[in-house]
């Protein structure tokens, strides 16, 4: 069975800090996809990125990055000197290729709040 | 255009009642999906539908009835709810198949059950 787990519930940093959301993940197959959502109070999730198995590449988009690594079988989530405009809940989440988007497992989220 | 309508965004209703929650894409998308989400909690999925026929149901009570009367419709008609049945509930698309495509979601509706 897969499982997403984010160990870090809330975090609270100063704007302009950086913050790293972790995510590890436990699957038995050998192709699989992973996402970040992001969920501000207005309640919807917004796709930021999709990950699969066999590209451990990192990636960079403006502020945001992420950490891919299948030794320790992280997906981590980097913001760069962040802003209150980050506030929200991300999720992690992992579906295996059987089932693709079917069974998305998603992680039980990080509540990040940017104190101004 | 990415997006993803629910309507209404808020509703209250009671045990007796018959509601139903509708949810709209015009991407051309052909798999939508319900979701509830309960506070401080991830999203749980219900309800899958392919090519408009229902492929997964993830054994929701029967007061929960989905339909999907087009490619690009989704609905889900509420009967006889209970207050923990008080959640969010979002509705998602995607195109389909494997976990290469990613789902995109709605505002949500925030269902409060009385």
């Known amino acids: 069975a897969q499982k997403v787990t984010q160990a870090q519930t809330e975090i609270s940093v100063v704007e302009k800090e950086d913050v790293t959301l972790d995510c590890v993940y436990e699957?038995?197959?050998?192709?699989?996809?992973l996402f970040w959502y992001k969920q501000p109070p207005s309640g919807e999730l917004v796709f930021l990125i999709r990950?699969?198995?066999?590209?451990?590449q990192n990636e960079i988009s403006g502020r945001y990055s992420w950490n891919f690594q299948k030794s320790t079988s992280s997906f981590n989530f980097t913001i760069t000197a962040s802003q209150v405009v980050d506030s929200a809940v991300y999720f992690c989440?992992?579906?295996?290729?059987?089932?693709?988007?079917?069974?998305?497992?998603f992680g039980t989220g990080t509540r990040l709040t940017i104190i101004p | 255009d990415t997006e993803v309508t629910q309507t209404p965004k808020h509703l209250v209703m009671g045990m007796t009642n018959k509601k139903s929650l509708k949810c709209e894409q015009h991407?051309?998308?052909?798999?939508m999906y319900w979701y509830k989400q309960k506070a401080k909690k991830p999203p749980e999925l219900m309800f899958v539908?392919?090519?408009?026929?229902?492929?997964i149901n993830e054994s929701v009570p029967s007061r929960f009835s989905p339909e999907c009367p087009n490619s690009s419709l989704l609905n889900l008609h509420l009967h006889a709810l209970q207050p923990e049945d008080s959640a969010l509930y979002l509705c998602?698309?995607?195109?389909?198949?494997?976990?290469?495509?990613?789902?995109?979601f709605g505002q949500g509706t925030r269902l409060t059950v009385v």
């Open positions: 998602a698309s995607s195109r389909l198949g494997q976990g290469n495509t990613e789902a995109f």
């Open positions: 699957t038995r197959d050998t192709t699989y996809y």
């Open positions: 990950r699969n198995s066999f590209d451990e």
């Open positions: 989440a992992l579906s295996e290729a059987d089932f693709g988007n079917e069974k998305l497992t």
């Open positions: 991407m051309g998308h052909r798999a």
């Open positions: 539908y392919s090519y408009e026929k229902l492929s």
